[in-house]
């Protein structure tokens, strides 16, 4: 039996780490390369029950590429022969030291731990459980480590990358968040309650090299006493489980256990003109709108609130996704258990969201939420959930009039109308337009007005030159981000 990784290297052997950690990227083991190389258009579409397919399909030519992605990504095992010519003897010894990889009976090698490539960092975590069965394990480890899925990838997509003081990331698992943030930050502080996970959060600070992150074991907001940060993180455990069996994903039968203790604590820790990301999934109610929850509790904290609805899954559909057995009778069993936690709670559906908190500005009125539908990124989002929050403000401000009759109004970008003309006639009511090129893919209801600015827009117009009627619908293309303005100064 394979044991899980134990994260363990000392500050001696700390350079030999980085330097065979650096040998395996050399062979173009990064997230643009794995994922090409794998036929995905997105690492979130990795499959962990179709292995058998990418090995055959996509890794037949056994280059030092391909024998990477089998062995620290698909957790494959090498023959020595083929071990041989990934790894030298002394990148091969020093990761066995620090638990990473292990010999098997027979000669054959095997990793107790899973390197996911995010960016640019390459990060250890354990194994994709429960997606994907650990050799010769029959069940997920309590103290098992979040592995790098989509969930990971989508905050790490999401989150601001303006440069900071300081960063907070909860529920750090494997220190993914952590680890990014650490290119922006003065210091990053990464806190996990799971001292397993703690210890490989700091493992990968070793591994990388990175010397401005701190990681401790603590409670979420416990170990930071009165301290306020520029950038908060957290993906916290939030499935509604009827089971408490992985520490890393249930999150009470609510899944509510610790995302409502974060926000609760945001007014206590975020920093004036600071911002707040955390990634979750959110149960919905028919006709209670999830905002409300949000709200409640920030228990009246003046925050502003953006929502960006990724997806979402039908009660039923969750259950089953969820339920686990060995037997038929056992599977509908856990179908059932996992149903009837929903059904008590009255969920509808389960929500995937990104939630991002900024400090309310007292001059634009009173704190705002905003919620908005996107396919999720595949790249880079920070700036345009910053430029949300910017909108918002504009559109809010007193002044806008004024701000208006001195600028120039032109397109955000390239915009795509849906819907805009049907057999040769006029732009139906119900059109729909998207800013083209952007990470989130966001469709906005327009109104005639807001059609007709846009219509209206060619290179770009004095606002003034509007008639004031329209102003409302400048402002909601606005908040919109379809246009923008120039100061005509």
Not at 9 to 16: I, L, S
Not at 195 to 204: K, Y
């Amino acid at each position: 039996m394979i044991p899980p990784a134990s994260y363990l290297v000392e500050q001696a052997d700390a350079p030999a780490l980085r330097q065979a950690i650096s040998n395996i990227a050399r062979t173009g083991y990064s997230e643009k390369v794995v994922r090409e190389r794998l036929g995905l258009e997105d690492l979130t579409e990795l499959n962990w029950r179709a292995l058998p397919a990418y090995r055959a399909e996509r890794l037949a030519g056994r280059d030092p590429l391909a024998l990477a992605i089998d062995l620290f990504l698909l957790q494959g095992a090498l023959p020595l022969d083929e071990l041989d010519r990934l790894l030298a003897q002394s990148d091969r010894d020093i990761l066995i030291g620090a638990g990473l990889l292990a010999m098997e009976e027979g000669g054959s090698a095997r990793a107790r731990a899973t390197l996911f490539p995010i960016h640019d960092r390459l990060v250890f975590s354990d194994p994709a459980w429960p997606e994907l069965a650990y050799p010769k394990h029959a069940t997920v480890p309590y103290n098992q480590v979040m592995f790098v899925g989509p969930d990971s990838r989508h905050l790490a997509r999401c989150t601001s990358r303006r440069p900071v003081r300081s960063t907070l990331d909860l529920c750090t698992g494997s220190g993914v968040q952590a680890l990014l943030a650490a290119g922006h930050s003065e210091r990053v502080l990464a806190v996990d309650i799971n001292p397993r996970a703690a210890q490989c959060a700091n493992f990968n600070a070793h591994a990388l090299g990175i010397a401005n992150l701190e990681v401790v074991v603590g409670d979420l907001f416990a170990p930071v006493g009165g301290e306020r940060f520029d950038l908060i993180t957290a993906n916290p455990p939030f499935v509604p489980s009827p089971v408490d069996a992985i520490r890393f994903r249930d999150g009470g039968p609510t899944g509510e256990d610790i995302q409502k203790r974060i926000v609760a604590g945001l007014p206590r820790h975020l920093a004036p003109g600071g911002i707040a990301h955390i990634v979750t999934e959110l149960g919905e109610r028919d006709h209670e709108p999830i905002v409300d929850r949000l709200r409640e509790w920030l228990a009246g904290a003046p925050l502003d609130i953006y929502v960006l609805r990724l997806r979402d899954y039908p009660a039923t559909k969750y259950a089953i996704g969820h339920a686990k057995g060995d037997d038929y009778d056992e599977f509908l069993e856990s179908v059932d258990a996992w149903g009837g936690n929903l059904r008590a709670q009255g969920f509808a559906r389960i929500v995937s969201t990104l939630v991002s908190f900024r400090w309310s500005d007292p001059e634009c009125g009173s704190p705002w939420q905003s919620v908005e539908d996107s396919t999720p990124p595949k790249r880079a989002a920070g700036a345009e959930i910053e430029a949300a929050f910017h909108a918002e403000r504009l559109i809010r401000r007193a002044d806008l009039e004024q701000i208006l009759k001195g600028s120039w109004l032109r397109l955000a970008g390239p915009v795509a109308l849906f819907d805009a003309q049907v057999l040769g006639g006029d732009v139906p009511a119900n059109a729909k337009a998207t800013r083209l090129g952007q990470a989130l893919t966001i469709e906005h209801q327009l109104d005639p007005a807001e059609r007709g600015v846009l219509g209206a827009i060619q290179g770009r117009i004095a606002a003034s030159e509007l008639p004031g009627n329209l102003l409302p619908a400048v402002a909601s293309l606005l908040r919109k981000r379809l246009v923008s303005l120039d100061s005509r100064k």
